[in-house]
């Protein structure tokens, strides 16, 4: 079974520093991987998905993300932190094929001043 | 084009009653999707439903849930006596073909907060 493991609940990091949320998945295929951001009581917004065009994958806000088929990894960086970036962050696999998304239990960015 | 609509965004039941939580795609959209977040958890897979059309419901508890998506109107998700353990955010998703095409993106809506009481 496909499964998608994010190795930190929580991440601190101050404004103006880089971004590293972690992120591995176990899968047969080669899946589709997705990083989707979550703010309080709003819903979720993608912020960059790997189809296997590219293995860098460059998203909104300055995220970007890269997938390492060796090490079954798809981590989630961003150069400089912004206060605005502090929300939950979610990365997600899917088989090609199948209709399901299995989701990570999710990274809580905080960003202080 | 508006996004994924869902409501109540806030639901709240007492125990035993019915929940019913309503999603409206995107326009173009034909594939509808439903999660659950419980608490400190990630989403969860329940349901995918097409017009008209179950497809996988195989991430829906066994009694209890139901969901359409009917030729006109919203796509709904009913859950019959609802207990403490149903407390959770419910997501809609929706795509214009099926996420299982390489790359097809879902969209969110803003969700359902249900509470039982």
């Known amino acids: 079974a496909q499964s998608v493991t994010q190795l930190d609940s929580h991440v601190s990091v101050s404004e103006g520093t880089p971004v590293l949320l972690r992120c591995n998945y176990s899968s047969s295929y080669s899946p589709s991987l997705f990083w989707y951001v979550q703010h309080p009581n709003k819903g979720l917004q993608l912020l960059l998905k790997y189809t296997s065009a590219a293995t860098l994958v460059k998203g909104i ?23 605005s970036d502090a929300a939950e962050y979610f990365c997600v696999a899917m088989n090609t094929g ?16 | 084009n508006a996004g994924v609509m869902q409501n ?43 017009k008209e059309n179950i497809i996988d419901e195989s991430g829906m508890p066994k009694e209890r849930f139901s969901a359409e ?20 955010a419910y997501f809609c998703a929706s795509s214009p073909t099926g996420t299982g095409a390489v790359g097809t993106e879902a969209f969110f809506g ?8």
Not at chain 2, 23 to 31: D, I, L, Y
Not at chain 2, 110 to 117: C, E, F, K, S
């Open chain 1, 61 to 83: 806000n300055g995220f970007e993300a890269e997938f390492k088929k060796s090490e079954t990894s798809f981590h989630l960086t961003k150069p400089s932190a912004h206060m």
């Open chain 1, 98 to 113: 199948f209709q399901k998304l299995v989701f990570g239990t999710g990274t809580r960015l905080l960003v202080s001043p």
């Open chain 2, 8 to 50: 109540p965004r806030h639901l709240v039941r007492r125990r035993g009653q019915e929940a019913r939580l309503r999603c409206s795609p995107m326009k173009g959209h034909s594939h509808v999707y439903w999660y659950r977040q419980l608490p400190e958890e990630g989403l969860k897979f329940m349901v995918y439903l097409q």
């Open chain 2, 69 to 88: 998506f009917p030729k006109e109107g919203p796509s709904i998700l009913r859950i019959q006596q609802v207990v403490r353990g149903d407390s959770a």
């Open chain 2, 110 to 117: 803003q969700g359902t907060r249900l509470t039982v009481v």
